[in-house]
Structure formats: structure tokens, C-alpha cells
């Protein structure tokens, strides 16, 4: 079995997207509340700082800050896909392999992380998690999908609330505005 390696750096900053085994589900949505739940306990236990979050009915996406001295991300998603799963019935498909490991068959067994190296290479991460509703067809506006950080970050003057729509893009769906 080959070994995985993740980038980490204590005090780092990252961009993840983790996502269901079944990319047609709309768990994550459907039970955003025991979703916000998880990630409150595992806040409480393991601190981290939340810059950006969007849940879409299948994936989601997050940029964390880790606290200083601090590089175990891969702990807190696995509690917080732990503590999720945990508050629902066990009605999914499990493989072999997965009940050998004592896992459930709901969240795929990796995600992906980007470390974010400065500030400059923060805007990019924080427009996409914003976007993705836009992206996928959910919504024509980030202001409009309600299960994402794009309102706080409005509230902190981070972006005005009729940034970037479908009707802004033409045919860039899915790229940066120029500007």
C-alpha cells in the first residue's frame, strides 16, 4: 500500500475539499445541522480558525487557519467526519474493506488540501468556495446559497453582496473576474 503524504505546517493555513462516496447524495444539505454540529465539537477540542466554508449537497469546501505549533488537520477531519456519521442511521452500502477498518461507507477516504503559503495566496481559495454554489448550478448568486461563509464575509467587508453572478461571467464560468 503506498503512503500518503500531507503537507503540514504547524500554525498553517488550508484550502480542503472533502466529499461523499455518493456524489448524487444530498446528505451534506439535507443534514447541514448535524454537520454544523460536528464541526462545533471538534472546534471545542481542536481549535481552528474558519476563513471560508461552503457545503454543497455532496462536497465541501473550507479554508482553515491551525492554531500555532499546530499541523494535525487530518485529525479534525477525521472527527468531524466521525462525529457526523455517527448521527445518522446506518443505511448506506458498506464494502469489506470498509467494515474491516470500521468505517462507514459515506465520506470518500481522502480529500484534498492546499497549504496556503501567504496572504496573496489566499483570494483565490476564498473566491472559489464562494463561487462553487455558481459553479455547480445551485444558485445565480453566492449570496443566495445558505449553506456558506459568503454572508459573514460580507459582513466583514470582504466582499460586497452582489459579487460576481452567472449574469457577471459570460462564458468564464468558473474563472476569476478579471480585475
Known amino acids: 500500500m503506498p503512503e500518503y503524504r500531507r503537507l503540514r505546517i504547524p500554525g498553517g493555513r488550508y484550502f480542503f475539499t472533502v466529499n461523499l462516496v455518493d456524489r448524487k447524495s444530498r446528505l451534506l444539505t439535507d443534514r447541514v445541522a448535524d454537520l ?4 462545533r465539537r471538534v472546534r471545542t477540542l481542536a481549535p481552528f480558525r474558519i476563513h471560508a466554508w461552503v457545503v454543497l449537497p455532496d462536497h465541501m469546501h473550507a ?17 468531524i467526519k466521525d462525529l457526523f456519521s455517527r ?11 470498509r467494515v474491516c477498518q470500521g468505517e462507514r461507507g459515506i465520506w470518500q477516504r481522502r480529500y484534498w488540501e492546499h497549504a496556503i503559503r501567504d496572504d496573496g495566496d489566499l483570494a483565490a481559495p476564498l473566491d472559489y468556495v464562494h463561487f462553487n454554489p455558481v459553479k ?9 446559497w445558505p449553506y456558506s461563509t459568503f454572508r459573514a464575509c460580507v459582513a466583514r467587508g470582504l466582499y460586497t453582496s452582489d459579487w460576481i453572478g452567472l449574469d457577471d461571467l459570460g462564458d468564464n464560468r468558473g474563472e476569476r473576474a478579471p480585475g
Open 87 to 97: 448521527r445518522l442511521d446506518p443505511l448506506e452500502r458498506v464494502s469489506a474493506s
Open 36 to 39: 454544523r454540529h460536528a464541526v
Open 136 to 144: 455547480h448550478g445551485y444558485v445565480a448568486h453566492p449570496v443566495d
Open 63 to 79: 479554508v482553515w487557519t491551525l492554531p500555532d505549533g499546530d499541523d494535525d488537520f487530518p485529525r479534525r477531519w477525521r472527527a
